[in-house]
Structures are given as structure tokens and as C-alpha cells.
């Protein structure tokens, strides 16, 4: 990739000198060397200096036998920074106090979801990747 047509400035945010693409995914390489792509550094959730992977919470809060799919966002606090709201969408009857009960089981306080908003259905791109960006922008 040469870079962003027409875009100078976003073109030197993620390529340097020498060849290098900053992607923005955040992985891990296995001890065999095979690498995982886990997030996006764009999707991180900032509370309190700690950083919160979305698809942690997720992975988490879909381990509940009601819950069929979730999605994890920022949104701003005056004391963290920001703090973890959850999108979900259920298979029956659940409340969000049995949803914040389940994700206590599961996960450290800071990245415990605050808010739980109950949704039909999630946005997607046509491929069904969850759109969190057009989650937290709502």
C-alpha cells in the first residue's frame, strides 16, 4: 500500500519512512508463532487508565444462555474517562441486573459493563461484522 488517495495527512499517521503499516488491530502471537488479531486499538475502552478489550466483554457477557449476541463501547464518564456500555441482544427474557450479575461472575470490576442497552438487532456490515463505531456514535 502507497497510501490514503489524496490523504497526506492520514497517509503518514499509519505508514513511516521505511515501509512499516500501523493496521490498528491489536493481536498476539501464540507460542507456536501463530498470530491472533484480537481488536481494534480504535475500539479500546479507556477506564480509569485501563484498557478494556471489547471482545473480552463480549466473549463474556454471550456466555450467558439468554444472550445471543453483544457488543461492548466506550462512552464518556467525568471520573474514568469512559466507561463500558453493552449492547445486547437476547433470546428470551433477561434483564440488564441479571446481565451485570453474570459479567461480575466473569470480569474485574473496571471492565464490568455499566449500562446495558437491549437492542432486536445489532448493526453490521454486510460481511456481519459488528459496527460499534455506529453503536458509540449513537
Known amino acids: ?60 457477557a454471550t456466555l450467558h444462555p439468554k444472550i445471543i449476541e453483544a457488543a461492548a463501547v466506550g462512552v464518556p464518564d467525568d471520573v474514568a474517562g469512559e466507561r463500558v456500555k453493552l449492547f445486547v441482544v437476547a433470546n428470551g427474557a433477561v434483564t440488564a441486573d441479571e446481565v451485570k450479575q453474570h459479567c461480575r461472575k466473569h470480569l474485574t470490576g473496571y471492565k464490568r459493563p455499566t449500562i446495558i442497552e437491549f437492542r432486536d438487532e445489532l448493526p453490521k456490515t454486510n460481511v456481519g461484522k459488528i459496527l460499534r463505531r455506529e453503536l458509540r456514535d449513537q
Not at 488479531?37 to 463474556?60: A, C, Q, T, Y
Open 1 to 60: 500500500m502507497k497510501g490514503y488517495w489524496k490523504q497526506d495527512a492520514e497517509t503518514s499517521a499509519i505508514l513511516t519512512e521505511d515501509g512499516w503499516l500501523y493496521s490498528g488491530d491489536i493481536g498476539r502471537m501464540d507460542e507456536d508463532g501463530i498470530f491472533y488479531i484480537e481488536d481494534r486499538k480504535k475500539d479500546m475502552i479507556l477506564v480509569s487508565g485501563f484498557n478494556v478489550f471489547p471482545s473480552e466483554v463480549e466473549e463474556v
